[in-house]
């Protein structure tokens, strides 16, 4: 059973910087993409930032030049460096895992709120 653990989100104040990771565990196979999502109130999930295995980035316009993901391929394991935050970014964030096969996997998701 894939399991995706997220790293705590919290309160930021705008402009300020905060690091999520996920850690993905049950799969001996390596995860083909790992990544992030979003979702904020009243707002559909939108893609943040994936990175696949081989490095191929796919990043939202809205946090490009702010926002860096990064992966441990070994270990599964995938983060997410968070710059220059915006109220805007306040969302619940979502870790995303896909195999070379089947629907991806989905954390349970962690609050960050920009807000001073």
């Known amino acids: 059973q894939v399991e995706l653990m997220e790293s705590a989100g919290g309160l930021v104040q705008p402009g300020g910087s905060l690091r999520l990771s996920c850690s993905a565990s049950?799969?001996?196979?390596?995860?083909?993409?790992m990544g992030w999502h979003r979702q904020a109130p009243g707002n559909q999930r939108e893609l943040v930032a994936t990175m696949t295995d081989d490095g191929t980035v796919d990043i939202a316009d809205s946090v490009k030049g702010r926002f860096t993901i990064s992966r441990d391929v070994a270990k599964n394991v995938v983060y997410l460096q968070m710059n220059s935050l915006k109220p805007e970014d306040t969302a619940v964030y979502y870790c995303i895992a896909k195999l070379w096969w089947g629907s991806p996997y989905w954390g349970k998701g962690t609050l960050v709120t920009v807000s001073s």
């Open positions: 049950g799969s001996s196979a390596t995860f083909k993409t």
